[in-house]
């Protein structure tokens, strides 16, 4: 059965991460920065990520499950938690979102321009330039994050109410540690929509790769490990 509301709540959810996320970056970077990252620009950034993301999760869970990434689609398709024909809904409109909030940048905020709409524009330095490094990175920061998700949404035992805020919390820390390494997707949406209208495509095939291989091991460990069997025992 298909389910077009939760497809436009997907859209929205989105939206708003790949909107406020860039925004943040040109803000505390371009605006009132300094052109360069700071620690304190670094905070703005996870916060405005972490922000968009936990509180979408509050506000359309209930109606789609608040992905928002097709990464965490492709792990719930790999569990079996959601049909095909939903998830490919899903991932269209997470991209359409996501092209559609970096297109408002590009129209509200000229100065976007500096950082590419918010596009992650590859390995640092840091990492040594080095696309494996960013390709393990991502995969890492994406494990966390779907590992969150299947823990405090799907497993009977979770803290009612506080999955919006430790999901939130969660995209919070991978910035914190992932923006200096590869700008921090974790979702091929948020990096789709600033890519295209930004035409910088340079390592975008990463940003797809990194977060899908992570996000998928994470939903088959978690689902079948610990998710299933909390389902078993809650219906005893």
């Known amino acids: 059965m298909i389910n077009p509301r939760a497809w436009f709540a997907e859209s929205i959810g989105t939206f708003c991460l790949v909107f406020f996320g860039p925004v943040a970056i040109t803000l505390s970077v371009i605006v009132f920065g300094n052109g360069t990252l700071t620690p304190e620009s670094l905070l703005v950034i996870a916060f405005a990520h972490g922000a968009a993301i936990g509180l979408m999760v509050y506000t ?29 809904g899903y991932i269209g409109c997470q991209l359409i979102g996501a092209v559609i909030a970096a297109a408002a940048n590009k129209v509200i905020l000229p100065a976007s321009e500096k950082v590419k709409y918010g596009v992650q524009t590859g390995p640092s330095a840091l ?33 009612a109410g506080l999955y919006g805020f430790t999901i939130g919390g969660m995209i919070f820390l991978d910035h914190i540690v992932g923006v200096p390494l590869t700008g921090a997707s974790m979702n091929p949406a948020r990096t789709f929509g600033p890519a295209l209208i930004s035409g910088y495509w340079d390592y975008h095939w990463m940003y797809w790769a990194g977060p899908i291989v992570g996000g998928v091991i994470a939903g088959l460990i978690m689902n079948y490990v610990f998710v299933k069997k909390s389902e078993q025992e809650a219906s005893v």
């Open 60 to 88: 359309f869970g209930h109606v789609s499950g608040g992905h928002f990434n097709p990464a965490i689609t492709l792990s719930f398709l790999a569990t079996k938690r959601i049909n095909v024909k939903n998830a490919i």
């Open 127 to 159: 990492i040594g330039n080095s696309v494996t490094a960013g390709f393990t990175v991502e995969a890492i920061l994406t494990f966390f994050l779907v590992t969150t998700v299947f823990m405090t949404v799907l497993h009977k035992k979770a803290a």
